[in-house]
Nanobody
Framework: VQLQASGGGLVQPGGSLRLSCTAS????????MGWYRQAPGKQRELVAL???????NYADSVKGRFTISRGATKITHYLQMNSLKPEDTAVYYC?????????WGQGTQVTVSS
């Protein structure tokens, strides 16, 4: 499984961004997809996950502001980020689970600053 993330950038506080992650390879085996993030000097942390049945899980810090969703197939999933705060600044990593293994995409930088 290969994962390709896109959609990061610079946004002002209160603004919105949408991240996309496109999977390729053995996509039929993917059962969980999601996003993690890592801020400078901090550990990588969970942002949001979505299972094959559509069940979602969010970090408390993003509940009510971020929404994870997926396309009609398992190929692409999205992270809609609204009401962004400076503390959301981080490198965001696309994540997938398939056949008991974890897969990571390259990071995409999200910077929230005025």
């Amino acid at each position: 499984v290969q994962l390709q993330a896109s959609g990061g950038g610079l946004v002002q506080p209160g603004g919105s961004l949408r991240l996309s992650c496109t999977a390729s390879g053995s996509i039929f085996s993917i059962n969980v997809m999601g996003w993690y993030r890592q801020a400078p000097g901090k550990q990588r942390e969970l942002v949001a996950l979505i299972g094959s049945g559509g069940r979602t899980n969010y970090a408390d810090s993003v509940k009510g502001r971020f929404t994870i969703s997926r396309g009609a197939t398992k190929i692409t999933h999205y992270l809609q980020m609204n009401s962004l705060k400076p503390e959301d600044t981080a490198v965001y990593y696309c994540y997938g689970e398939a056949t008991g293994r974890a897969y990571w995409g390259q990071g995409t930088q999200v910077t929230v600053s005025s």
